[in-house]
């Protein structure tokens, strides 16, 4: 199995994917209210209304690990509601993180289950062509033998 593909970079985008994005939206919509959105690291909205640049616009980032995936902003409410969502959230794509990697690792063993079994296959198809060939080969040199056998046979009895 490739260790790099569980060591890749997996964006927000995917993660978020890999959620049940209603249950998202309603929970932080309780949490902050209607005017949250999450960003990924360009800045860019990939869930929520939209939290547009105001005044009083408060974003935290949105950690996965120790990398920065994204971030988590509001418009209004308290720095502590946004500080929880936004740990409740980081919980969920950490979730969401080891869901895909085991998704991965699954797909990729089956993969490798296949692949050997298609293997041991082969080379058991390979074998009992091998052993066609040699019963063949034996029944051959047995008619042979037979009719050796018979003319030994035939000669004795002219003699």
Sequence with gaps: ????????????SDLLAAVPLIKVQSAL???????WGI?????????GKGAKTRHDTMALPLYLEINIVGKLAVNGGRR????????????????A?????????????????DDLLR???????????????????????????KQVQQDVIADTDKA
């Excluded at 199995?1 to 927000?12: A, C, H, K, P, Y």
């Excluded at 690291?41 to 869930?47: A, E, N, P």
Aim: hydrophobic share 40%; charged share 20%; net charge negative.
């Design 119 to 145: 293997h041991q296959q082969q080379i058991l198809q390979d074998a009992e062509e091998r052993h066609r060939e040699l019963i063949a080969q034996l029944e051959t040199h047995l008619l042979h033998l």
């Design 29 to 35: 919509t309780a949490m902050l209210g209607s005017r």
């Design 1 to 12: 199995m490739d260790v790099q593909q569980f060591d890749r970079n997996i964006s927000l």
């Design 97 to 113: 993180h080891r869901y895909l990697m085991m998704a991965e690792l699954h797909r990729e063993t089956v993969q490798s289950s």
């Design 80 to 95: 502590e509601q946004l500080m929880s969502a936004s740990t409740w959230l980081g919980i969920v794509l950490s979730d």
């Design 39 to 47: 960003l990924d690291t360009s800045g860019q909205l990939l869930l």
